[in-house]
C-alpha cells in the first residue's frame, strides 16, 4: 500500500513563503503524475497544481489562482515533490494534500482518479 506523507505546512503572514513536500513509498515516483489539492473549511477539494510522470517529462500544470506563485518540482532521488508557495495570501488558507494518478501526464483535478492520497498538512495565512 502506497503512503504520501506530507509535511511543512504551518502558519504564515500574508506576503510569505511556505514550501510543502510530499514523500512517497511503496509506489516508483517517477512513474505517477502527482497534484497537490487543497480543501478549505465549508469547500470542495480543488487542484492546485501538477507535475506529469518524470517519463513524459516533469510538465507542470497550475490552477489560475496559484500561478506565478506557487512552484511544484520533484526530486526523484528523493522520492519527494515539493510545492513551493510564495507570496501567501488569506484564500490560501487550507489543508493542503497530494496525491499521485498512474497516468503519464496530469489529466486534470478530479478526485476519484487519484489512487493514493496523503493525510494532509494545514497551511494558515493569518496576520
Known amino acids: 500500500q502506497s503512503q504520501l506523507v506530507e509535511s511543512g505546512g504551518g502558519l504564515v503572514q500574508p506576503g510569505g513563503s511556505l514550501r510543502l513536500s510530499c514523500v512517497v513509498s511503496?509506489?516508483?515516483?517517477?512513474?505517477?503524475?502527482i497534484a497537490w489539492f487543497r480543501q478549505a473549511p465549508g469547500k470542495e477539494r480543488e487542484g492546485v497544481s501538477c507535475?506529469?510522470?518524470?517519463?513524459?517529462?516533469?510538465?507542470?500544470k497550475y490552477a489560475d489562482s496559484v500561478k506565478g506563485r506557487f512552484t511544484i518540482s520533484r526530486d526523484s532521488a528523493k522520492n519527494t515533490v515539493y510545492l513551493e508557495m510564495n507570496s501567501l495570501k488569506f484564500e490560501d488558507t487550507a489543508v493542503y494534500y497530494c496525491a499521485a494518478d498512474m497516468a503519464y501526464y496530469c489529466t486534470g483535478y478530479v478526485p476519484d482518479e487519484y489512487d493514493y492520497w496523503g493525510q494532509g498538512t494545514q497551511v494558515t495565512v493569518s496576520s
Open positions: 507535475i506529469s510522470s518524470a517519463s513524459s517529462g516533469d510538465i507542470t
Open positions: 511503496e509506489i516508483t515516483l517517477d512513474q505517477y503524475a
